[in-house]
Protein backbone atom coordinates (compact mmCIF):
# COMPACT_ATOMS: atom_id res chain seq x y z
CA UNK A 1 0.00 0.00 0.00
CA UNK A 2 1.82 3.26 -1.27
CA UNK A 3 1.31 6.19 1.28
CA UNK A 4 0.76 10.03 -0.25
CA UNK A 5 2.09 13.25 1.85
CA UNK A 6 -0.94 13.40 4.01
CA UNK A 7 -0.57 9.61 4.92
CA UNK A 8 3.16 9.52 5.53
CA UNK A 9 2.39 12.80 7.93
CA UNK A 10 -0.69 11.54 9.43
CA UNK A 11 1.88 7.87 10.26
CA UNK A 12 4.55 9.94 11.73
CA UNK A 13 2.24 11.35 13.91
CA UNK A 14 1.09 8.03 15.30
CA UNK A 15 4.56 7.09 15.48
CA UNK A 16 5.49 9.62 17.76
CA UNK A 17 2.80 8.54 20.10
CA UNK A 18 2.77 4.99 19.71
CA UNK A 19 6.93 4.51 19.92
CA UNK A 20 7.39 6.03 23.79
CA UNK A 21 4.11 3.97 24.91
CA UNK A 22 5.70 0.60 23.01
CA UNK A 23 8.50 1.05 24.76
CA UNK A 24 7.30 1.81 27.93
CA UNK A 25 5.02 -1.38 28.04
CA UNK A 26 7.96 -3.62 26.76
CA UNK A 27 9.76 -2.20 29.86
CA UNK A 28 6.90 -2.80 32.09
CA UNK A 29 6.66 -6.24 30.53
CA UNK A 30 9.95 -7.04 30.78
CA UNK A 31 9.92 -5.85 34.65
CA UNK A 32 7.30 -8.45 35.55
CA UNK A 33 3.77 -6.70 35.22
CA UNK A 34 2.61 -9.01 32.39
CA UNK A 35 -1.10 -7.34 31.72
CA UNK A 36 -0.16 -4.02 31.93
CA UNK A 37 3.20 -4.07 29.71
CA UNK A 38 1.19 -6.66 27.33
CA UNK A 39 -1.50 -4.18 27.63
CA UNK A 40 0.69 -1.00 26.19
CA UNK A 41 1.89 -3.23 23.76
CA UNK A 42 -1.22 -3.84 22.20
CA UNK A 43 -2.39 -0.17 22.76
CA UNK A 44 0.25 1.10 20.54
CA UNK A 45 0.45 -1.84 18.08
CA UNK A 46 -3.31 -1.03 17.42
CA UNK A 47 -2.86 2.97 17.21
CA UNK A 48 -0.58 2.18 13.83
CA UNK A 49 -2.26 -0.94 12.67
CA UNK A 50 -6.05 0.04 12.96
CA UNK A 51 -5.93 3.49 11.14
CA UNK A 52 -5.12 1.63 8.28
CA UNK A 53 -7.67 -1.21 8.28
CA UNK A 54 -11.14 0.64 9.72
CA UNK A 55 -12.46 2.63 6.85
CA UNK A 56 -13.08 6.26 7.55
CA UNK A 57 -15.67 8.67 6.29
CA UNK A 58 -13.00 10.47 4.37
CA UNK A 59 -12.10 7.14 2.87
CA UNK A 60 -15.74 6.81 1.76
CA UNK A 61 -16.32 9.26 -1.40
CA UNK A 62 -12.87 7.53 -2.79
CA UNK A 63 -14.21 4.01 -2.42
CA UNK A 64 -17.14 4.90 -4.38
CA UNK A 65 -15.13 7.37 -7.12
CA UNK A 66 -12.83 3.58 -7.66
CA UNK A 67 -15.88 1.56 -7.87
CA UNK A 68 -18.23 3.41 -10.08
CA UNK A 69 -14.90 4.42 -12.32
CA UNK A 70 -13.93 0.46 -12.90
CA UNK A 71 -17.90 -0.18 -13.89
CA UNK A 72 -17.80 2.36 -16.29
CA UNK A 73 -14.10 1.97 -17.62
CA UNK A 74 -13.25 -1.50 -18.47
CA UNK A 75 -9.42 -2.20 -19.40
CA UNK A 76 -8.55 -3.54 -22.55
CA UNK A 77 -8.33 -7.22 -22.98
CA UNK A 78 -4.67 -8.09 -24.40
CA UNK A 79 -4.97 -9.61 -28.27
CA UNK A 80 -2.35 -11.63 -29.11
Known amino acids: MRLGIIGTIQLAATLVFAVPLGIFGLNTFLD ?12 AVLMVVLP ?7 DI ?4 AES ?5 VKTPDDEE
Open 32 to 43: GQRLLGGGLLAV
Open 52 to 58: RMVTTPG
Open 61 to 64: PSKV
Open 68 to 72: VVGKA
